[in-house]
C-alpha cells in the first residue's frame, strides 16, 4: 500500500468499518473478510462483514462466521445502512464493485473512505487505500502483510490464521498452481507459526463432503464430461434438473472444473451451470491461454490468467453452442499453447 503512513494515522482513531467481498465468496473472500474483521476488532474498531450472497457451508467454521450479514430482501434495508454510517469500507479479493451486486451502488455512493485489497486482473479504480498485486496468490496473502505492516502480527491468533491459511490453500489449488510462490511458503509458514493448524483446515474445507455430492461429482464425471482432445479442452455442462436431482447447495460445484484440467493433453477447461437466474461458468487454464481474457471478451467475466468466471443471460444450449463455437475460433491458441515448467 502505497500511502500506508496515512492508513495508519486513519485506523489509529475507531472507524465504523464495513467488509465485503464477493458474489458467492469462496475461502479467500471470507477468509480474509473474517481475518480481518477479527484484528479490527482488536484494534478496536467497529466492525460488519457483509457477504453480497450466501457461501458454502465448508466455509462455515471459520471465527467470526455467526455475525456475517448475507446481503437479502430481509437484510437490505440493514446493510444499506451500515453501509451509509460507515467511515472505513473494505472489498476485498474483487475489483470492480459490479461483483458485489446491488451492493456496488451502496459502497460507491457511501461517503467512507475505500480500501481495495486484492489479486485480481484490471482493477477498477475507486478506492482511497489500495494493495493490489496479481503477484499474490491470494487475497489472505495480503491480509498477513497489511497486518504484518502494520506492525500487528502479534494480534494474529490461531483463528485468524486459520482463515487466512485456507484462503492461501484454496487459492493456490493445495500449493499445486504456478501461483504457489516462494512468498506463499513464507506467509503459510508464519501463519503456521502462529497456530495454524493445516491438517485441521484442509479436513473442514476438503473432507466434508455429503453424499449427495459425492454422487454428483460421479454424475458429473459420468454423464456430462465433454472432452475435445483436438482443442485440448475439456467441459462439464450442468443443467438446473441436475442440480435439483442432487440437493446441490452452494459450493457444491466447486472444484469440478479441476477434473476436466487433469485430463492429460487438456489446457482448457470449463463448467457451464444452469443457475436459474443466469448461467454462470467457470474457466480453468494451464499455461499461456488467458482465460481472464476469454471471460472478459465473451461472457462478462474476468478473473486470473488461468482462473476466471463468467456469466450468460441466454439459455443454457444457445450458451453452450456459443462456447463451442468459440472454440473453434481460438483453435490455434488452443493447439499452440505450449506449457513448459522450468528445469
Ligand atoms: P470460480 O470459477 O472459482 O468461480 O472463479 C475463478 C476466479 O474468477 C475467481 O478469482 C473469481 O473471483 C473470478 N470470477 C468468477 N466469476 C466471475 C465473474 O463473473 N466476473 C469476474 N470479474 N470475475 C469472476
Ligand atoms: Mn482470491
Not at 481475518?35 to 466455509?59: C, E, N, R
Not at 460421479?218 to 438446473?240: D, Q, W
Request: glycine fraction near 6%; charge should be negative; include cysteine.
Amino acid at each position: 500500500m502505497q500511502n500506508i503512513e496515512a492508513f495508519k494515522a486513519f485506523l489509529s482513531k475507531p472507524q465504523r468499518v464495513v467488509i465485503t467481498t464477493h458474489h458467492k465468496p469462496d475461502a479467500d473472500a471470507l477468509g480474509s473478510s473474517l481475518a480481518l474483521a477479527s484484528y479490527l476488532k482488536k484494534k478496536g474498531h467497529q466492525v460488519h462483514v457483509i457477504t453480497p450472497t450466501d457461501y458454502p457451508d465448508f466455509l462455515r467454521w471459520m471465527a467470526g462466521n455467526d455475525e456475517v450479514i448475507i446481503y437479502n430482501e430481509n437484510q437490505q434495508d440493514h446493510c444499506a445502512a451500515l453501509v451509509a454510517d460507515a467511515t472505513l469500507i473494505f472489498c476485498l479479493d474483487f475489483s470492480s464493485l459490479d461483483r458485489i451486486n446491488e451492493l456496488g451502488a451502496e459502497v460507491r455512493e457511501s461517503k467512507a473512505k475505500k480500501v481495495l485489497i486484492d489479486h485480481h486482473l484490471e482493477p477498477e479504480d475507486f478506492a482511497d487505500f489500495v494493495k493490489w498485486t496479481t503477484e499474490a496468490a491470494a487475497t489472505a496473502e495480503l491480509i498477513y502483510e497489511l497486518i504484518y505492516d502494520l506492525g500487528d502480527e502479534s494480534l494474529i491468533d490461531k483463528s485468524i490464521a486459520e482463515s487466512l491459511y485456507a484462503g492461501i490453500m484454496t487459492d493456490t489449488g493445495s500449493f499445486h498452481h504456478p501461483n504457489t510462490t516462494k512468498n506463499v511458503f513464507r506467509v503459510c509458514g508464519e501463519l503456521v507459526g502462529l497456530g495454524a493448524d493445516t491438517a485441521r483446515v484442509s479436513k473442514l474445507i476438503y473432507d466434508s463432503n455429503s453424499v449427495d455430492r459425492i454422487k454428483f461429482i460421479g454424475f458429473a464425471l459420468s454423464e456430462r464430461l465433454t472432452v475435445i482432445p483436438e482443442l485440448r479442452t475439456a467441459y462439464f455442462v450442468i443443467s438446473a434438473d441436475d442440480l435439483k436431482k442432487y440437493h446441490s447447495r452452494t459450493g457444491d460445484t466447486e472444484g469440478l472444473v479441476n477434473y476436466a484440467l487433469s485430463i492429460e493433453g487438456i489446457i482448457f477447461a470449463a463448467v457451464i451451470i444452469d443457475r436459474t437466474e443466469a448461467i454462470k461458468m467457470s474457466f480453468r487454464s494451464i499455461g499461456d491461454f488467458s482465460v481472464n481474457t476469454f471471460a472478459r471478451k465473451h461472457f462478462e467475466g474476468g478473473g486470473h490468467k488461468n482462473a476466471a468466471g463468467g456469466k450468460s443471460d441466454e439459455s443454457l444450449e444457445k450458451t453452450v453452442s456459443k462456447f463451442e463455437a468459440l472454440l473453434k475460433d481460438y483453435k490455434k491458441e488452443l493447439t499452440t499453447t505450449i506449457v513448459e515448467y522450468a528445469d
